[in-house]
């Protein structure tokens, strides 16, 4: 499973800024609904180029 890093910044305001490192695809957006929910009103949300890349998955089948 790819592994991924978030970055916090607090603000004197005590405003909160995030930006996520190593996720591709919405999984970024998928990870981070959680924290902005938790944190309150989210003033503004710019997306990378990662978000726009295809998620890395992985599937194994097997046989039966």
């Given at each position: 499973?790819?592994?991924g890093?978030?970055?916090f910044i607090i603000d004197t305001d005590g405003s909160v800024?995030?930006?996520t490192h190593g996720m591709k695809?919405?999984?970024?957006?998928e990870i981070t609904k959680q924290l902005e929910e938790a944190i309150g009103?989210?003033?503004k949300k710019t997306l990378k180029s990662d978000y726009y890349q295809k998620?890395?998955?992985?599937?194994r089948m097997g046989h039966k």
């Open positions: 499973m790819a592994k890093t978030i970055s800024t995030f930006e695809g919405k999984k970024c957006t009103i989210v003033e998620d890395d998955v992985h599937i």
